[in-house]
């Protein structure tokens, strides 16, 4: 069963983190993405499973609204391993307990 979390969970959750050095992500923008991702958590997630698409694409087009350009969202129940290219600033990793979610904009 997927576990719920708090807007705080999300917030302590959130990694914001490139090549092992704090990325210049502003307050405020750091702030939108953990509010977006956690109201996204809180409406796809059911007591039988996560709708892990549905989740990504509400992340991606809700920054996109405030933050135009080519934002991307992978979400996965366990941890996994990427290598992307973000613009300067631009990329977030949020590890909970069940769930860990990348969010970065490309060139």
Same mark, same amino acid.
């Given at each position: 069963?997927?576990?719920?979390? @708090?807007?705080?969970? *999300?917030?302590?959750? !959130?990694? !914001?983190?490139?090549?092992?050095?704090?990325?210049?992500?502003?307050?405020?923008? $750091? =702030?939108? !993405? *953990?509010?977006?991702?956690?109201?996204?958590?809180?409406?796809?997630?059911?007591?039988?499973? %996560? =709708?892990?698409?549905?989740?990504?694409?509400?992340? %991606?087009?809700?920054?996109?609204? $405030?933050?135009?350009?080519?934002?991307?969202?992978? !979400?996965?129940?366990?941890?996994?391993?990427?290598? *992307?290219?973000?613009?300067?600033?631009?990329?977030?990793? *949020? @590890?909970?307990?069940?769930?860990?979610?990348?969010?970065? %904009?490309?060139?």
């Amino acid at each position: 069963m997927p576990k719920l979390y @708090k807007l705080s969970e *999300v917030r302590d959750g !959130a990694n !914001a983190m490139s090549n092992g050095a704090k990325t210049q992500m502003s307050g405020e923008k $750091f =702030e939108s !993405a *953990v509010r977006i991702i956690f109201e996204a958590i809180k409406i796809h997630s059911y007591p039988e499973e %996560r =709708e892990w698409l549905e989740m990504c694409s509400r992340i %991606r087009n809700e920054m996109k609204k $405030f933050y135009p350009g080519s934002w991307h969202c992978i !979400a996965y129940e366990t941890k996994f391993y990427s290598i *992307v290219e973000s613009t300067s600033g631009d990329y977030m990793t *949020v @590890k909970l307990d069940d769930l860990y979610i990348e969010l970065f %904009r490309s060139h």
